[in-house]
């Protein structure tokens, strides 16, 4: 069983849109959750962390751990061509090794 | 503040070759990472060092692939020799103690091996 399970999509949402996107993990240790943002041919760079359970809200972004369900969730309000990205989920496992999901392909469309 | 510095960007060669990366980490960054990042696929961590010593490389293939990071700071990866599944990008990223959740991309290299 992989460590961090992510829907590949692609997505192709309509500006405007609120998006959801979803991860599952193995591990119930884990308590560090990661989103990063990957455009094209860019390296990731981190959207946002959450540290155990729980919402953490970012203007139009918010991060949401469920640790009951092992399921984390990012979702983007009032969608913006410029989100137009990969997304990947990650988990911090001990103090320094990420491990990615397989990351999510967004297309808003104008 | 200057980002992760990678060179070369882009590198074709054929299979059985040999082909080294380089990496700049961000200044005072202790941790620097190797990442392989297959098309369609997650980044995939290589190896881990710590100042000059190597903290996790249990999924580098150590009878092709090797890295070292001299001083501490710069660090190069070395793929001798290519296969065709080596085609991906290698992403360096850099992180400071303490900070693994938050770690600093480079662009990567894409390399296309033929």
């Known amino acids: 069983q992989k460590e961090v399970e992510q829907d590949p999509g692609p997505l192709s949402v309509p500006e405007g849109a609120i998006v959801s996107l979803n991860c599952t993990y193995s591990?119930?240790?884990?308590?560090?959750f990661m989103w990063y943002r990957q455009y094209s041919r860019k390296g990731p760079e981190l959207l946002m962390y959450?540290?155990?359970?729980g919402n953490k809200e970012d203007g139009r972004f918010t991060a949401q751990v469920d640790k009951s369900s092992k399921y984390i969730s990012l979702f983007i309000r009032d969608s913006q061509p410029s989100d137009s990205a990969t997304y990947l989920c990650?988990?911090?496992?001990?103090?320094?090794?990420?491990?990615f999901g397989q990351g999510t392909r967004l297309t808003i469309n104008p | 503040e200057a980002g992760v510095a990678q060179s070369p960007r882009y590198k074709i060669i054929e299979k059985r070759q040999s082909v080294a990366f380089w990496c700049n980490p961000i200044?005072?960054?202790?941790?620097l990472y190797w990442y392989q990042q297959i098309l369609g696929q997650g980044p995939k961590l290589l190896i881990q060092f710590q100042n000059n010593g190597v903290v996790d490389d249990s999924q580098l293939p150590k009878d092709r692939f090797s890295a070292e990071r001299l001083k501490g700071v710069d660090s190069t990866l070395k793929i001798q020799p290519a296969k065709l599944e080596d085609s991906a990008v290698y992403l360096c990223a850099s992180s400071s103690p303490g900070q693994g959740y938050e770690q600093y991309f480079g662009p990567g290299t894409r390399l296309t091996v033929t």
């Open positions: 990650a988990i911090l496992r001990g103090a320094q090794k990420l491990v």
């Open positions: 591990n119930s240790a884990f308590q560090y």
């Open positions: 200044s005072g960054h202790a941790t």
């Open positions: 959450t540290y155990s359970s």
